[in-house]
């Protein structure tokens, strides 16, 4: 029992097994494994190394962004001319009604309507039918809306995007005003898709064209639009390749003015401007019809980096024993010679059997694979 056991030890750390191998001339098996393993190369360079660059480290970007609106304009409403400069339309968007009744009782004193415009006093004004409010007076009446916009001289308007970006990962800092984007040519460049792409500087009508919109409507009712500064970076490649792209979408205010039978359209909101005037504090409330412009950065950068490399690889040779697989089992299922290939393939073993009350003795056969 010893001497078995010291010769198990010995046989394990003493001794190699290896697969045993059979060429087998077949045609039909031969073609199928080369196209198996033709297809797992292509899968692995095509797919993985190309499309998917499996060879690279990915990274996003960390993102400021700050805007500058430029433009003058000039209405003339009812003899009243005035001058619109960025500090009269340009701001922080901040986030109607009245309520009838037939008798004090409708309206509830201390109360709130929600689309109300103040707190009512419990009497119901019996000239007009509606609940009295503690508000500014005159209360708002927007039912007319200017036709067309006042502002239609801000389609020329010009739109000035400065973005910054870093990529932790790859520790690259870049800034849409990328090499030979210089205060010369700022001063005269205007963005264009083709002819000046990377431009910080936008045109406020072409940028509702290229979102889809019509400028007169948007104008008119408003609407919100999208800029996407895109950047896609491989800093395999220099550093100074990695620039930015914009892309421009429409988000609310349909150009194909269907947007007519939704309940709530375009965009608006209400603010005021405070003065005194005969020592009353007064208010010139105003709603506004704008155009929101929502710019939003999304980014991707690569690197080469060899652990991916590496898991690539390996995920792309252990798929190649996908074909070892389809072969064996045309070779022992499938073909009619099956039985014969069973045989090369798998090898007859002898064990003896130790009986302990003779010697070395009989023998017996088995069949192991």
Known sequence: MKSQITSAISDFFLEYETPRQVLVKNRRVGVVCRLI????LVYIIGWVFIYEKGYQSTDTAVSSIFTKMKGVGYTNVNGTERVWDVADYVFPPQLKGSHNCSSDADCEGGGYKRT???????????????????????????????????????ENYTLFIKNFITFPLFEVTRSNLVEGIDSAYISKCLYHPDDAPLCPIFKLGDIVKLSGFN???????????????????????????????????????????????????????????????????????LKVFGIRIDIIVQSLARKFDIIPTLTAIGSGVGIFGVATVVCDLMLLYLLP???????????????YVQDPETEPGSMETELSK
């Open 116 to 154: 109300g415009h103040g707190e009512m006093t419990g009497v119901c004004v019996n000239s007009t039918k509606t609940c009295e409010v503690l508000t500014w007076c005159p209360v708002e009446d927007d039912h007319h809306i200017p036709k067309p916009a006042l502002l239609t001289s801000a």
């Open 37 to 40: 393993q033709l297809g797992v």
């Open 215 to 285: 400028f007169d409507l948007i104008a008119q009712m408003g609407g919100g639009i999208g800029i996407v500064v895109d950047w896609t970076c491989n800093f395999d490649l220099n550093v100074k390749h990695c620039k930015p792209t914009y892309k421009f979408h429409g988000l609310y205010g349909n150009p194909d003015e269907k947007d007519n039978a939704k309940a709530s359209v375009g965009y608006n909101f209400r603010y005021a401007k405070y003065y005194v005037e005969d020592k009353i504090k007064k208010r010139t409330l």
């Open 337 to 351: 010679k099956r039985e014969f290939y069973k045989d090369m393939k798998f090898k007859y073993a002898e064990t």
